[in-house]
């Protein structure tokens, strides 16, 4: 089953504002987590990985946040754009080499 | 640079057909290999995965099976389709822990 979820499974932000994307995790084992980028009828893309020894990583317009404290992680993006309109997947690691467990995602509307 | 190819796009099948699902992965070797389904408007769920040639985990009992018969080849497989095998069907490589995932442009996969 899966062990990680959302908060909220829709957002609506306007052009232009931040968005957050927020993910809780129950397996206090994780050591990497992975935020996803799903549009209509493709795969999923990656966007920013983390592992479970930072609490902070940012990449270009997009900023992860973990806290390892209530086992939450979160997804920022900047001047959120209509491009940025999809669905966001977080997913954790165990230790070792187990496979990835996704949460069921959050879809992201922007508004024009 | 590694790529993923996944075929076909989309497949209609009638119910008790036979399937066979293809992805492959070039410019690397010995990668983990994944199976996906995703239903509609839903999270991720793991099929199967597979570490090596022949080696195959299932994560979920059900009517599908798959097999590595080459190490850059992933087959997913059923005797007999069911009406609830419809779905977006995933594969996915990395090159093992600690790295996420990039995943085919799937396989949209209709039983009627």
């Known amino acids: 089953g899966e062990s990680v979820g959302l908060h909220l499974p829709t957002l609506s932000v306007q052009e232009g504002d931040n968005s957050i994307i927020n993910c809780a995790y129950s397996n206090s084992a994780s050591d990497y987590f992975i935020w996803y980028k799903q549009e209509s009828g493709k795969g999923p893309q990656f966007i920013i990985d983390i592992r479970s020894n930072m609490d902070k990583r940012q990449g270009q317009r997009v900023t992860v946040l973990l806290n390892k404290t209530v086992k939450h992680l979160s997804l920022q993006i900047a001047a959120t754009q209509p491009g940025d309109s999809a669905v966001y997947f977080c997913?954790?690691?165990?230790?070792?080499?187990?496979?990835?467990?996704f949460g069921k995602g959050t879809r992201l509307s922007v508004i024009a | 640079s590694q790529t993923i190819h996944q075929w076909p796009a989309t497949l209609v099948q009638p119910v008790g057909s036979p399937l066979s699902l293809e992805c492959t992965v070039e410019?690397?070797?010995?990668?983990?290999l994944y199976w996906y389904r995703q239903a509609a408007g839903r999270g991720l769920q793991l099929l199967f995965y597979s570490v090596g040639i022949g080696q195959i985990s299932s994560e979920v009992p059900q009517n599908l099976s798959a097999s590595r018969p080459q190490d850059r080849q992933f087959i997913l497989s059923s005797k007999k389709l069911l009406l609830s095998d419809s779905g977006f069907y995933l594969c996915?490589?990395?090159?093992?822990?600690?790295?996420?995932?990039?995943f085919g442009s799937g396989t949209r996969l209709t039983v009627v």
């Open positions: 996915a490589w990395n090159p093992g822990t600690p790295y996420g995932y990039t």
């Open positions: 997913a954790e690691r165990g230790s070792g080499n187990t496979p990835l467990v």
């Open positions: 410019g690397t070797s010995n990668p983990n």
